[in-house]
């Protein structure tokens, strides 16, 4: 691949629900990354007292080196920085500070525990929430040349009003050239407070074009959907926001409003999101029992029910790859476990732990796992995941690009199953 996709608002479909600046090689690339987000539990300032107070008191400290020693060392640190460090003019105390916090995190060894600082923060509840202010259009940036090229514009967004195109190539935002620079930081360039203009400079066949489009609430579109041959309906499922619920039901209900015979749920690379999110959905879909239990390190455990008043009874396939993860583990692992679809693909991500995101009350947050789930048959897919009824490796076809070996085949189980 020669791009690396990113949406406006910051947060890449390659699985990165991490949706804050990368920084110092903090998170590597692709699909663990993009766990960092995924299943979502909120908490009270309280909980978060309660865990620091802990820490500060030195209840967390070992056995051989006390708070004293930390605060020792750190002044030692310090002092050597302040002497001798030859670009301290340069130092970002701030930052410095939020390093200690996040290589406290990171020592845990949890590549889902993380530290957030206000940057960060601002960004993850934005992303998760599924809204952001901007105008509307996603991009991507060759990793070689630097080219950022517009690779989508929601329909009647700012940037639809104001004439962005699929395939522009986009070399300027308010006069600043974005030669050079990362997506990230252009991103941040697009973005900015609902009302305000912001002036775009594209290139479309060999003529520079300029355009301003006025930032607005953008609903983030992570669920497409479409009628197939055979009036089978086929659903897109990119993440778990908070607006996905939403848009999955409207597609679910205009598909039955065609005649849909049997349906195809594609949530291939999905790197999951709010728990609530799915098991809302899967309460569309389920028949009368648990949707997903959780287990904390003092054994406690919660259920999450479905009452089956909306059990899906047409044929179903859900469509998985090595990249599916956390949320969309919890739906397919469901749906195989009631037997009411078969999944197709490639077996899944294995991440079968929740994550709690704690508000510490300055505007930063702190990401813990706090439980590991488990199907509706008890089944742990930690490490594991969710292993296809169907195996089907994803072949491309050279000669044809558009080429999906793999929802054919779900496309197959189904229409095999509605003609069966």
Known sequence: METENKPEYGNGQDGNKKAAKQKGGRFGTGVVVGLAAAVLIMLGVWGAEQFFGELHSGNFASDTISKADVDAKLDMINGLIEDYYLYEDEID??????????GYAGALGDPYTEYYDEEETKALFETTSGEFSGIGATMSQNINSGEITITNVYKDSPADQAGLREGDILYQVDGRDTSGTDLETVVSWIKGETGTDVTLSVM?????????????????QTVNYEMKENQIGYIRVSEFDEVTYDQFKKALDDLENQGMKGLVIDLRSNPGGNLSTVTDMLKLLLPEGTIVSTKDKNGNTEEITCDGSNEFTKPLAVLVNQYSASASEIFSGAIQDYGIGQIVGMTTYG??????????????SFKLTIAEYYTPSGRSIN???????????YEYDEDDPEADNQLDKALEVVRDNING
């Open 383 to 393: 490490g594991t995941g969710v292993e296809p009824d169907v195996e089907v490796e």
């Open 204 to 220: 479309r066949d060999g003529e520079e074009l300029e355009m301003t489009a006025t930032r607005d609430v953008i609903e983030v």
């Open 351 to 364: 991440k079968g732990v929740v994550q709690q995101i704690i508000d510490l009350g300055d505007g930063t």
């Open 93 to 102: 105390k701030d930052a410095l500070i939020d390093g200690i916090y996040s």
